[in-house]
T-cell receptor
Framework: KNQVEQSPQSLIILEGKNCTLQ??????????LRWYKQDTGRGPVSLTI?????NTKSNGRYTATLDADTKQSSLHITASQLSDSASYIC?????????????FGGGTRVLVKP | GAGVSQSPSNKVTEKGKDVELRCDPI?????LYWYRQRLGQGLEFLIY????????KSGLPSDRFSAERTGESVSTLTIQRTQQEDSAVYLC??????????????FGPGTRLTVL
């Protein structure tokens, strides 16, 4: 069964500090992995998408890594800001899967404190 | 509009009543998805529309849930005889095409449903 596990479930960090979120998946055969940011009361917004051949991708202060061999991804937030407080969702797709066959992780809730 | 819109933003109803939630996707997007997100939980897939093809209803939790889409435009999700466990945020998303998972899904702000 395809599964996506995220850790930690939640974390609190001080403004300006860095943090790393983890995503482990069992989706096979793998196609792509996307990280979404979901602000409170809003819909998720895509941060990055990574395919099998990509190891790292950045979007501003967000850097995603992918290790397709160990089936792990991480999202690193650099120099956190209060606006980074949100839930971060890892979403994985299998090869040739359509848009209705995504596997969603439960998310990591990040709280940035001043 | 520039993005996916949903209405109402909040809905409070009594147990046993029917509710109808609306989604306006991004113009030109052929694929439309409904998801449910319970408090503190991940997204649960409900139903998927792709153009004029038969919808994928595999995620609907019971026959009290149904959805329609008019062509490639607005969609409505209907919950009949609501139960307290239906309380959640219902998110709608659209994408240029649903045939490939590479196509980004753009989400609306959701409708928060509370069943008393």
């Amino acid at each position: 069964k395809n599964q996506v596990e995220q850790s930690p479930q939640s974390l609190i960090i001080l403004e300006g500090k860095n943090c790393t979120l983890q995503c482990n998946y069992t989706v096979s055969p793998f196609s792509n992995l996307r990280w979404y940011k979901q602000d409170t009361g809003r819909g998720p917004v895509s941060l990055t998408i990574m395919t099998f051949s990509e190891n790292t991708k950045s979007n501003g202060r967000y850097t995603a890594t992918l290790d397709a061999d160990t089936k792990q991804s991480s999202l690193h937030i650099t120099a956190s800001q209060l606006s980074d407080s949100a839930s971060y969702i890892c979403v994985v797709s299998a090869f040739k899967a359509a848009g209705n066959k995504l596997t969603f992780g439960g998310g990591t809730r990040v709280l940035v404190k001043p | 509009g520039a993005g996916v819109s949903q209405s109402p933003s909040n809905k409070v109803t009594e147990k046993g009543k029917d509710v109808e939630l609306r989604c306006d996707p991004i113009s030109g997007h052929t694929a439309l998805y409904w998801y449910r997100q319970r408090l503190g939980q991940g997204l649960e897939f409900l139903i998927y529309f792709q153009g004029n093809s038969a919808p994928d209803k595999s995620g609907l939790p019971s026959d009290r849930f149904s959805a329609e889409r008019t062509g490639e435009s607005v969609s409505t999700l209907t919950i009949q005889r609501t139960q307290q466990e239906d309380s959640a945020v219902y998110l709608c998303a659209s994408s240029f095409s649903g045939s490939s998972s590479y196509n980004e899904q753009f989400f609306g702000p959701g409708t928060r449903l509370t069943v008393l």
